[in-house]
């Protein structure tokens, strides 16, 4: 049975996960329904920094689209993180699946994309609540306009720049150009990690998200799913626009992927899984805790696997990690660095404030315990700890310090 929720189907709740045969049936039933005969599909999916059963959902639309599709394509959403091996996919996709082409979104070439025009800076301005007024540029992988339907699957989780992820943001920033990405990341920054993440409904950066969407000119389609955290169970799984399907799972991955507490603590160890290979992804487990944190107090990032800031963005470890306003007040120094590094930037460092007399002060201290240099992390004004240094068991033995594993996809906030 489904229920019809903001124009989706929907299976599944809150309270309980669903069993692989009712999934793949709602999957081949709901892709029987849709006009796909004779079509071609680009199905977007994550990439391993996402929790999601894809081996179990794409053999299912494998068998959805026997016969009907003339051709599909898999296009990996990497956004900006570091290309996946064929090795690494055949794990992370499953299969093989005959007939079906799999490409990584490959960002760093330019052939790669096709413009779709322009966000003017009046209609900015309207969808930013007035924090930015000037044109952005829409560009998308090109593979996505050269099918006649693009069907989104991935999952719906707590997010620090949109809110809750899933849906539209698999197109922007998922397989975006980079003047959308900066854009809307910086925007998420404008308003602070701790004040967007797990906001339920249309945030700014949703509603430039969507509306950039909305500029494809292919169908669009998205299965979304609630994946019990760091598992392949899912809590739910909904079917329809991508606007509609997003709406139906947000409820209840605000439900599933959030945790209250009633009082904040002095400090957050955040143990980060190893499908997190640098501070670049593995900064999330700063990001889900940052608003259950004393003033004054301390996040400590434990992952002794992480041997790098980010592979991919080099350009952060020369501009470090600050608050926001660090940036805004000496805009003319950082302008012309991407926004979505400056971002990343104030999204790990937290809230703060900057004075050109009294300096940076950040609300709390973040502490990597991980295998980067402790030179690396000083240089990037982060606090250093030995990981080996680290005895987890007597730190939740501490009354003031919450141990977080698996983290990165549950959001802790306060009542």
Known sequence: MTEMLHGADRIGGPDGVLDAARVREFV????????????????????????????????????????????VTVLVALGTHAEMSQAHLDVHLGGPYPGFTVLNHVWWKPETFVSLGEIDADRVAELSEGRLKQPVRVALNRAVVEHDVCLVIGPVFPHEVVGFSGGNKYFFPGVGGQEIIDFSHWLGALITSAD??????????????????????????????????GTGDLHAASFG?????????????????????????????????????????????FYKVEPVVADGGQVIV??????????????????????????????????????????????????????????????????????IPEEVVRAANLDYLDPASVDLDLLAADPGTLVVAQAGEVLYRLR
Do not use: N
């Not at 081949?28 to 199905?43: N, Y």
């Open 28 to 71: 081949v039933r709901s892709l029987a329904g849709e006009d796909l005969d004779g079509r071609s599909v680009c199905v977007i999916v994550p990439d391993a920094t996402r929790t999601c059963p894809l081996p179990l959902l794409l053999s299912a639309v494998q068998d959805a689209l026997h016969g009907r599709a003339t051709r």
């Open 196 to 229: 967007i993440i797990g906001t339920r409904g249309i945030t700014p950066v949703r509603a430039l998200i969507d509306q950039a969407a909305s500029m494809i000119p292919s169908r669009r389609l998205a299965l979304c799913l609630v994946v019990r955290s």
């Open 302 to 371: 434990y992952a002794p696997h992480i041997t790098r800031i980010a592979a991919m963005h080099p350009e952060i470890e020369e501009i470090g990690y600050h608050c926001r306003d660090y940036f805004l007040k000496q805009w003319d120094r950082f302008s012309h660095h991407h926004w979505g590094v400056l971002a990343h930037s104030t999204h790990l460092r937290g809230a703060g404030t900057y004075d050109p007399v009294e300096g940076e002060r950040g609300r709390v201290t973040v502490t990597l315990a991980t295998g």
């Open 241 to 285: 626009s991508p606007e509609a399907a997003w709406a139906a799972c947000a409820d209840v991955s605000a439900q599933t992927h959030v945790r209250y507490l009633d009082a904040p603590v002095r400090r957050v160890v955040s143990v980060v899984p190893v499908k997190y290979d640098d501070m670049w992804t593995g900064a999330k487990g």
